[in-house]
T-cell receptor, first 114, second 114 residues
């Protein structure tokens, strides 16, 4: 069966510091990969998605970037964090070639920028 | 363009009472429909989905949802609420033309009173 893991689970970072959140998927190949952000009390905002290695699409212009160095690895980064980057970040995957595009989520990472 | 509306950001029920969480969508053609549950500080877990076929869909934890094309609705129900059902619930829509632009509703927080 497929599993998805992301880390770290919790992160407290000062303003201006860098960020790296990592996500890996197991049990499937060539998945679609996603990064979402969930601000406190709000719904889900799609930040990035990827259909293959090195292929990244950004949904929202911002201070963050994403990379996919391997088929099942997805990384969310920032060179300099802002206070507004605080939130709950969710990595997710879906199977390529399936019209219904069911999305499966990781456990989430809490980021607090202070 | 597709959209999803969840009526009521907060719903409160007594333990043992019927749970009804409302979801309406806007789409030019019937989409694929999903319900997810999110417990505090966790990722989203798939409850159930409608793709094709039977319009009444059964999911995990005793939940079910019915796709009503004429009403463009996909309401989530459970006959008898349990304390453990307290969580946030998200309705989501994915276009049936394929692709990966799944849209999530703003979420409904369910409170269960003893």
């Amino acid at each position: 069966s497929q599993t998805i893991h992301q880390w770290p689970a919790t992160l407290v970072q000062p303003v201006g510091s860098p960020l790296s959140l990592e996500c890996t998927v197991e049990g499937t190949s060539n998945p679609n990969l996603y990064w979402y952000r969930q601000a406190a009390g709000r719904g889900l905002q799609l930040l990035f998605y990827s259909v293959g290695i090195g292929q990244i699409s950004s949904e929202v212009p911002q201070n963050l970037s994403a990379s996919r160095p391997q088929d099942r690895q997805f990384i969310l980064s920032s060179k300099k964090l802002l206070l507004s980057d605080s939130g709950f970040y969710l990595c997710a995957w879906s199977a390529q070639g399936k019209r219904e595009n069911t999305i499966y989520f990781g456990e989430g990472s809490w980021l607090t920028v202070v | 363009a597709q959209s999803v509306t969840q009526l009521g950001s907060h719903v409160s029920v007594s333990e043992g009472a019927l749970v009804l969480l409302r979801c309406n969508y806007s789409s030019s053609v019937p989409p694929y429909l999903f319900w997810y549950v999110q417990y505090p500080n966790q990722g989203l877990q798939l409850l159930l989905k409608y793709t094709t076929g039977a319009t009444l869909v059964k999911g995990i934890n005793g939940f079910e949802a019915e796709f009503k094309k004429s009403e463009t609705s996909f309401h989530l129900t459970k006959p008898s609420a349990h304390m453990s059902d307290a969580a946030e619930y998200f309705c989501a829509v994915s276009p049936n033309t394929g692709g990966f632009k799944t849209i999530f509703g703003a979420g409904t927080r369910l409170f269960v009173k003893a």
